[in-house]
DNA sequence: GAGGGCGAGTAGACACTGTCTACGTGCTCC
DNA sequence: GGAGCACGTAGACAGTGTCTACTCGCCCTC
């Protein structure tokens, strides 16, 4: 099956996943994705009544590829013996690699902006993902009076290193590009020091 | 000294500033900016060649803001005879209050692509900021390792709790609006619980 | 005091954007 | 075989940021 016979629908939303990867999120016009997809400017309206629409859909394609990396990454760790805390950093690191490995998508899922009206919807896929950790983290911490909470509080810690990371901050403050440090930082603090 | 005595300059970003506070990131557009400061839309062009360099002297002020915001907030914390875990305390709260009292200006001051050029510059502003929290962790923690590492680890969890509720995410996960128990949470778990 | 120079702001052009609308065009189905 | 229609094209429209004349008023100099 090749690129022309997908329906233009998929095709405007694997060129804006294409164009995102490489120029980030100021590359997705609507022009600019019609062109790449090699229709007219008007032809997306068919499918995306509003620019936001497209850009909403391929924000959902970057949240299915976070969840399947996320999933990947758990199936890994849990291959390899590892127990919820080994689990959790399996997670925390692929969180952190989809955020490095294309910044444009990140910075689209969570432009807000952007994405308003379909806002709710995108936000109700990350729910799964959110289960899944706070799963771990009651298993890591019986005791715990709100694991909800307490994952919560830990997401944000790694949301805040992604989006510091590439805004340039930490760099500038540790005086290190390396995010390690501060994600065993994060974690430790989060669940208590590794086991090693 | 009314508006209009004021050089163009400064209106400019004064204008700027009340439009983000108002409209969001969005209503910053540089015609827009010009019409709410009256003049015409060339006119910005004398002192910011290009819309970018008035939105980073907009972000500026933002972060001017801030820092005078952490500063009092700061100031009232040790009149009050707090120490380090108090003055910490009182930093992240005054942080998450800032970016939810001005949203708009808080996502203006980490939009990477829109500060382009002067981001660097920018980034610098906060390093000072940085310190006195660098300061306070290593006096709650005279044995860590490396007090800028944690400390870092600690910001990034705070700015991470601004951009989640910012996007809504934090209401769907824990569903309260509450972020306090979040930054609670965030704080035990990097600076241990706090005394009572 | 008259005149030249210049800083400051205006106004219009330009290419570009997202949206809207009228128009082909080729396929399907009765 | 012809009607209907889903699909995509092409142009108009208002708006954007940037660039380039142009004008106006003030200061400095002779």
Redesign the pocket.
């Known amino acids: 099956m090749t690129d022309q016979d997908r329906d233009?629908r998929a095709r405007l939303v694997a060129a804006g996943v294409e164009l995102v990867a490489t120029g980030g999120v100021q590359a997705l016009?609507?022009?600019?994705i019609a062109r790449h997809a090699g229709?007219?400017?008007?032809?997306p309206?068919?499918y995306f009544?509003?620019?936001?629409e497209l850009l909403a859909a391929i924000a959902r394609d970057g949240f299915g590829r976070l969840t399947d990396a996320l999933a990947g990454a758990d199936a890994l760790a849990v291959g390899t013996g590892a127990g919820a805390r080994g689990r959790l950093d399996a997670l925390a690191r692929a969180y952190l690699g989809f955020a490095a490995a294309d910044p444009g998508m990140f910075e689209l899922m969570f432009r807000h902006d952007l994405l308003e009206g379909s806002g709710a919807e995108l936000r109700r896929t990350t729910v799964p993902l959110f289960r899944t950790f706070v799963g771990l983290v009651a298993e890591l911490h019986p005791g715990s009076d709100d694991p909800a909470v307490a994952t919560a509080a830990l997401w944000s810690n790694l949301h805040g290193l992604a989006q510091l990371r590439a805004w340039g901050s930490l760099r500038l403050i540790t005086g290190s590009e390396d995010v390690d440090p501060l994600l065993r930082a994060a974690l430790d603090a989060h669940l208590g020091p590794a086991a090693r």
Chains 1, 2 share one sequence.
């Open positions: 233009l016009g609507l022009r600019e229709v007219s400017h008007g032809a309206r068919r009544p509003t620019h936001r």
